[in-house]
């Protein structure tokens, strides 16, 4: 890598599925002379989607790694997934780069996932800039997607390009930079002047930019006022410091099928788009305070591991930025997150499936390394002389909950292993044994999120599945108080078993869970049995008398009973508190509890009605709404029992453009007209 880390340029395409973030990718290359032919995804020939699943299902899966040069820099270009079940996937995208370009669909305007993504990289502190695509489309009204993107992605959305002919036929960008017209023949352009019957508009437009440069410096500012210009490298000067200020956001046009524009993207991002010493942060380290990493190769060595790519028969390709210092294979390094030593082995620059092994990074690199022992997805490595720790990435709740079971006899073990192995590659599904419900669950980001784990499970552990609905977590309790009590006896020649226990039920606060008290005077029941009538009850709580859930927040008081010299012991007196238990319990006014979440649905305004109609059908409660843009958020909580599929039925109901978000709050009573139904289902025998 015979580039300085100033030459190093790091950007992720990001937006809604379907914007043809692929497709420009692969333009970008072959803009770069990196292809000599353009791949097509209908053809499942792009350099980006090269996955079995990507190519069969037609969308990104994963954020893919390319490389190409351009104008004496490198660039590394994370094409990230649009898809809302793999919008982890961008977020680790986001974690390696400096600067994000969002790809709008000319004819569809900025969607749902235009402005998700956009949030992302926002929240991020990347500089933006915008590419709009497939301006080869018949009726499209550029000033209407222009005032759209303006009022969705901020003010500062300042156009660097205009289209000279959109629509079918498409060729032709006037660069208002340079003023230049390029003619596109076969991907190739040329240079030329701006058409007489478009000058006008071109200087307009050129006027305009200057203005929203100046406006963001006071000494542009005082030269464009006593002057009414700006020099060239003035103005790409003036424009580059306000992108990397996020005061602006550049704004290209283009067709990547066709090969326009792409290299007008290639330029913006040199040009406009910061360097890895331009773009480094306050980082924590393992003693809680904050540091400033040094971005040059001399510092300390200071890496994190965006992503972790399992390949069958190869093994972990490990992904990872470097933000100081630099790397090579020989070098020991330390894992903070685990306080580990590895050996680094080969390095590679990647390109989507293909390696270039390099004998040497840098700060500001894209590189990935093989045979790492025991470092993933989220780790920081670095240097022994200096050790830091980067902040881990957060990842949304899974949204889609199924219970799995290996459909092989004794697969238990290898499905455990293979979801162990798959998480450390995707960190965005959980998969756990959940002892209230007795069932192995898999929760992922939504079905297709579900069905390519699946696959990947199949292809590369031999491990099928079954999948059932997962069962809901009820638990017990109690809303009034009562006493019970139980007498054990039982004598079949020899020795007996004797125990007598009474109690008292109470409710406790919502939360804090089972409180034992010993009440028991006069040595009714001696002291060295309480603890075996203790664990008898504790034993009670995992298989409530109510529907065999979980029993919480009850109060038991044992403050009498009996016992017998010779029959007595800890057996008799767990199964006398037991059911002693049982029968307080029942006489206690007992209830069902369910969990309650809360929900955060994005939709187009136009869905408003059948989206909180469907919540309230439900058992939704909506709580509040807020307008961002063109969306609508409903805040809403519901019972999980009716949003187990909500994401499938969401995506339904809106034409993929809703979303939602959901998080666990709490655990409510269970409505009196449902709880016939619940404890139906559970008293039912298991198929």
């Given amino acids: 890598m015979a580039y300085t880390t100033a030459q190093i340029r790091n950007a992720a395409l990001i937006g809604h599925s379907g914007a043809g973030k692929t497709a420009l990718a692969e333009a970008m290359l072959f803009a770069a002379g990196q292809l000599k032919r353009l791949g097509r995804i209908e053809d499942g020939t792009t350099v980006s989607d090269y996955t079995k699943e990507e190519t069969e299902r037609k969308i990104s899966l994963t954020a893919t790694v390319l490389n190409c040069p351009w104008n004496s820099h490198q660039l590394n270009i994370l094409d990230a997934p ?92 006037i660069d208002l930079v340079q003023m230049r017209l390029y003619s596109y023949k076969n991907g190739a352009a040329e240079q030329g002047a701006i058409p007489g019957p478009l000058e006008a508009r071109a200087k307009e437009l050129h006027q305009q930019l200057v203005e929203a440069v100046a406006e963001t410096d006071e000494v542009l500012m005082e030269k464009y006022f006593s002057e009414g210009e700006l020099a060239p490298e003035e103005l790409v000067l003036g424009l580059r410091r306000a992108v990397l200020q996020a005061q602006l956001f550049p704004l290209c046009f283009g067709d990547a099928y066709n090969c326009v524009g792409a290299d007008r993207l ?30 040059r190769p001399e510092a300390p060595m200071a890496a994190f591991v965006f992503k972790t790519v399992g390949e069958q028969h190869v093994g972990d390709l490990t992904l990872l930025r470097l933000y100081a210092g630099r790397l090579k294979p020989g070098d020991e390094v330390i894992n903070a997150a685990k306080n580990t030593t590895e ?59 199924v219970a799995v079971s290996a459909k092989e006899k004794g697969g238990e073990d290898r499905l455990a292993l293979g979801m162990a192995r798959l998480h450390e590659e995707d960190p965005s599904f959980v998969f756990r044994f959940d002892g209230e419900v007795h069932q192995s669950l898999l929760l992922t980001q939504g079905d297709i999120h579900l069905s390519t784990l699946l696959q990947r499970l199949k292809a590369r552990f031999g491990v099928e599945v079954n999948i059932e609905a997962p069962k809901i977590p009820y638990r017990e309790t109690i809303k009034g108080r009562a006493e019970g009590h139980y007498r054990h006896k039982k004598q079949s020649g020899g020795r007996g078993q004797f125990g007598e226990v009474f109690l008292r039920l109470a409710p406790t606060v919502r939360g804090e869970g089972f409180e034992f008290i010993d009440e028991v005077v006069g040595g ?66 007992p209830i069902l509890l369910e969990p309650i979440y809360s929900l955060s649905v994005t939709v187009p305004e136009e869905y408003m009605g059948d989206v909180m109609g469907d919540l309230s059908a439900r058992r939704g409660r909506i709580s509040g709404m807020d307008t961002e843009g063109h969306q609508q958020i409903i805040h809403a909580e519901a019972p999980l029992a009716e949003i187990d599929r909500y994401a499938t039925a969401l995506r339904s109901m809106t034409q993929g453009r809703g979303i939602h978000a959901q998080k666990f709050e709490r655990y409510e009573e269970v409505p009196g007209a449902i709880v016939d139904r619940v404890l139906a289902e559970a008293k039912r025998p298991a198929a």
Wanted: proline share 6%; hydrophobic share 40%; charged share 25%.
């Fill in 343 to 401: 050996r680094i082995g080969q390095v590679f620059q990647l390109n989507g499936h293909t390696r270039t092994e390099v004998t040497e990074a840098k700060a500001g690199d894209i590189v990935a390394l093989v045979k790492l022992k025991d470092t993933h997805t989220g780790n920081t490595l670095c240097g022994k002389g200096k050790v830091v720790s980067l902040p881990v990435m957060e990842f949304p709740e899974p949204l889609i909950r």
């Fill in 266 to 295: 290639l330029d913006a991002l040199v040009q406009y788009g910061p360097s890895p010493e331009d773009s480094v942060g306050l980082l924590s380290s393992l003693d809680g305070a904050e540091v400033r990493l040094d971005p």
């Fill in 524 to 589: 009714a029941i001696p002291h060295n049995f309480i603890p075996a009538v203790e664990k008898g009850l504790q034993e009670c709580l995992g298989e409530g008398p109510l529907s065999g859930c979980q029993v919480v927040d009850v109060a038991v008081t044992v403050y009498d009973g009996k016992y017998h010299d010779v029959d007595s012991d800890e057996v008799s007196f767990k199964i006398a508190s037991s059911l002693a238990f049982k029968d307080a319990f029942l006489k206690a006014k």
């Fill in 82 to 173: 649009g898809y809302a079940d793999f919008f982890a996937e961008a977020q680790s995208a986001l974690r390696a780069v400096d600067a994000a370009a969002v790809v709008v669909d000319a004819p569809s305007g900025p969607q749902i996932g235009t402005e998700r993504a956009w949030g992302l990289a926002e929240k991020a502190g990347l500089p933006r800039l915008i590419f709009v695509n497939k301006l080869d489309h018949t009726d499209l009204d550029l000033a209407g997607l222009q005032e759209q993107l303006k009022e969705r992605l901020g003010r500062q959305v300042v156009p660097v390009q205009f289209p000279a002919n959109p629509g079918p036929g498409f060729n032709q960008l």
